[in-house]
């Protein structure tokens, strides 16, 4: 697992609103790697469908826009690729799912036409050839009849059919990388386990990495090989799965674990909930994103940022209560 | 349900809507003065004897409602009435005949600019929203709407035929010109059925200030509806999915958006239709275009009650038709929606 698919460095993008510039993405790093899938846990509002539209550049301006970073895969900058080059990688080498399925596909076209047309445009296949390659993803994403469902339209089917047919679209042309993006949120529970089995399956059919954005904790143990915890604009720790139930170490995600009642808590004081609200991000708190909220803040935790230290193998933590470990 | 069995049933819900405008259309023109009086003119003066004669032959001097059922029996047999003095008191259904076709002929061309200049820069409005294009796009549609017909077909007529004489001053064709075989009514197209092309370019060039003018505020219109339909879409979760899958921008707005956003334009284009038929008035009196338009306003100026209701009963049916062809439409441009 030591090679690097795709290395997020200082990323930094920003909402101009009315109101004021959304700090949404605070200088986040991130490296995935190649096979793994790695997760991202945080609340609504930190910025993990930010990271991943940031990923695949599809930040609209107005308002949103990439301010800082590098975004590196395949030995170049995303960020600086040129359109064109850009749209070439979407949908090919790293492609996206969404929470959504119900209104991620186009209302007015087929699954079957949906499907070919990102196999005719990254493969340069006719139209014919496309369609079959678009039935055989469905078959191959356990959808039954999945020529009657090529031909059926969006709303003819059910959530995780669709949700389904997305997966089917997304690994299409063999990517290197999908992201997923609360897959399953919109689910019901049955359904959920099923579409999360079918993503287990594909870390070994297709050998590509997953980014699993979840606000669930229960899923990332179940999915994950790493979990990025995000706090408002941060990634706050980082760490292989089972190490952050073991001992996670910011003070956010132990607040974030023991608000999970089922997990084994001996790291809580019996606190379920973290004390204050998420900050706003138009006037985010200076230093430590989590200060005013943290139990153990110290001084200068709301002077400066917090670099990144290291608590265990493959375990970093961005707080000044680990000073004393390595540098990452 | 087939689309035979709905048609059917949409034709058939005409007829309460028909009887009813005739309803509404018969005591509202019934109000405006004596039609007795009206047809003998000037003469009427000393004349009590045959006024009073014309009354009892078309049972004048019954009360209203009953005179509404002897004009709705003859609806019936699709008998409209005759027309007033100056038509010559030929029956209202040859009238119509007649006009009909040169005010849809404008309708039609004028509907063609709404479609073929509005719905492009709604598109160009949307997708550089907020930026120059779109402030100039903006302010033209606002133009547009707010102008008076009458107006702009003066000024129309000031520059382009009179200052510049690049279009003709009025009328459907020069005297020297023939019309075309008689197919449709409607010159342009009975040129080109005749391949008479000569013809078809004379023609054509009559009706493009009048049709422009008549069409203008429907071009207006359906350039805000599409720019604000198509904004409304590329919010939609489905477009992010087709920039996902590294479509270009011009696919995922012409393939994607365009499909979705052209239902709502296309509502209010066969509405709007409807309304060109009946903005025809103001137009072919400034054109002098001898359409139904015309027709209705000198069915007025007379006290012509057959002829002002034939004009709305005709108004109505194409009104209520052009609605039937977009919910028609509607099925293949949104599959989500089904007959019913
Ligand atoms: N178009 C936008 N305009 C303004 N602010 C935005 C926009 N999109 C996102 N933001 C801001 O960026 C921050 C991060 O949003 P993001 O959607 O990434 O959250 P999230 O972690 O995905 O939350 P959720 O779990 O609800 O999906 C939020 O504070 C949000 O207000
Ligand atoms: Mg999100």
């Known amino acids: 697992m030591a090679d690097v698919l795709l290395s997020i460095k200082g990323l930094k993008t920003n909402f101009y609103t009315y109101t004021g510039v959304v700090k949404a993405l605070d200088g986040i790093d991130l490296d995935i790697y190649k096979g793994e899938t790695i997760g991202l846990v945080g609340e609504t509002g930190c910025g993990k469908s930010v990271t991943a539209l940031s990923i695949i550049r599809l930040i609209q301006w107005p308002p949103g826009k990439i301010d800082e970073g590098s975004i590196t895969f395949d030995g170049k900058d995303l960020l600086k690729l040129p359109l064109r080059d850009m749209q070439k990688i979407r949908g090919n080498n790293i492609s996206m799912i969404f929470q959504e399925p119900m209104n991620a596909f186009n209302p007015v076209y087929t699954i079957g036409d949906q499907i070919a047309e990102v196999i005719m445009l990254h493969q340069k296949k006719k139209k014919k050839e496309a369609w079959q390659d678009a039935i055989e993803m469905l078959k191959f994403t356990g959808i039954p009849a999945p020529e009657r469902v090529a031909k059926s339209y969006p709303h003819e089917l059910s959530g995780g059919m669709l949700q389904r047919s997305m997966i089917a679209m997304a690994l299409s042309c063999k990517p290197k990388l999908l992201i997923a993006d609360e897959p399953t949120t919109a689910l019901d529970v049955t359904i959920e386990a099923q579409i999360l089995d079918l993503m287990k399956g594909l870390k070994t059919t297709t050998g590509a990495s997953i980014l699993l954005i979840t606000h669930d904790l229960g899923i990332i143990a179940e999915m994950c090989d790493r979990v990025g915890v995000m706090y408002a604009g941060n990634i706050v720790e980082l760490a292989d799965v089972g190490s952050i139930y073991k001992k996670p170490s910011h003070p956010y995600t132990v607040g974030l674990i023991c608000a999970i009642p089922t997990l084994d808590t001996k790291h809580c004081n019996r606190l379920a909930t973290i004390p204050g609200n998420v900050p706003n991000l138009i006037y985010p708190p200076p230093g430590c994103r989590f200060h005013p909220r943290c139990n153990k803040a110290m001084d200068r935790c709301s002077k400066e940022k917090p670099g990144w230290y290291k608590v265990g193998e493959g375990h970093y933590v961005s707080c000044f209560l680990y000073e004393g470990g390595d540098k990452k | ?340």
């Open chain 2, 1 to 340: 349900m087939k689309l035979r069995d709905y048609i059917i049933r949409r034709i058939l819900l005409l007829i309460p809507v028909l009887i009813g405008i005739s309803f509404i259309t018969f005591f509202l023109s019934h109000m405006i003065g004596d039609p007795a009086a009206a047809w003998l003119g000037e003469k009427t003066i000393g004349q009590e004897e045959a006024v009073k004669a014309i009354r009892a032959a078309h049972h004048l001097d019954d009360p209203l409602p009953i005179q509404y059922f002897y004009y709705l029996n003859d609806l019936a047999h699709f008998d409209l009435g005759r027309t007033g003095r100056n038509e010559g008191g030929r029956p209202v259904i040859e009238a119509l005949k007649d006009y009909f076709p040169a005010t849809l002929e404008l309708a039609i061309l004028g509907m063609g600019f709404a479609i073929i200049i509005g719905i492009p820069l709604g598109i160009l409005s949307a997708v550089f929203k907020d930026k120059v294009p779109d402030h100039i796009v903006r302010v033209l549609a606002l133009v547009g709407v707010s102008m008076p017909i009458f107006w702009l077909g003066l000024i129309l007529k000031y520059w382009f035929s009179f200052k510049f004489d690049i279009f003709p001053l009025d009328g459907r064709l020069p005297y020297t010109v023939l019309a075309p075989p008689k197919v449709t009514g409607m010159y342009t197209f009975d040129a080109l059925l005749a391949g008479q092309f000569d013809t078809f370019f004379v023609a054509l060039r009559h009706a493009i200030l009048p049709s422009f003018c008549l069409g203008l505020i429907t071009l207006a219109i359906l350039t805000r509806m599409m720019r604000s339909s198509m904004l409304e879409t590329l919010t939609q979760d489905f477009i992010r999915t087709a920039r996902a899958k590294g479509l270009s921008e011009r696919k995922v707005i012409l393939k994607h958006a365009l499909r979705n956003a052209l239902t709502p334009t296309t509502t209010v284009a066969g509405i709007a239709f409807g309304g060109l038929l009946s903005g025809a008035v103001m137009t072919e009196t400034i054109f002098a275009w001898p359409g139904i338009g015309r027709f209705s306003v000198k069915a007025i100026g007379s006290t012509d009650f057959a002829s002002i209701m034939g004009f709305a009963l005709l108004i109505v049916l194409f009104y209520v038709l052009s609605n039937l062809l977009v919910d028609i439409l509607y099925v293949y441009l949104d599959p989500r929606v089904k007959y019913g």
